[in-house]
């Protein structure tokens, strides 16, 4: 392998890390959102549940009545 070959794959390998340097930058962000996202769903939900789960504690009073 001659110097220029050395040095063409040196370079080659430069642009390769900051290539997945940036990728994994992305995907870290990525992953920050999707956390983000799952709070928000998973408040969403337990939401949800507490209304339906009061929705049927009156409809059984209501029965009772």
Known sequence: MT???LEQR???LIKLCDHLKAEN???RNQITELDSEQTRLIRLTELAR???ED???RLKSMEQA
């Open 25 to 27: 930058q992305a995907l």
């Open 55 to 57: 929705m049927i504690m």
């Open 3 to 5: 110097i220029e070959q």
């Open 10 to 12: 040196i370079n080659e």
């Open 50 to 52: 507490n209304r339906i």
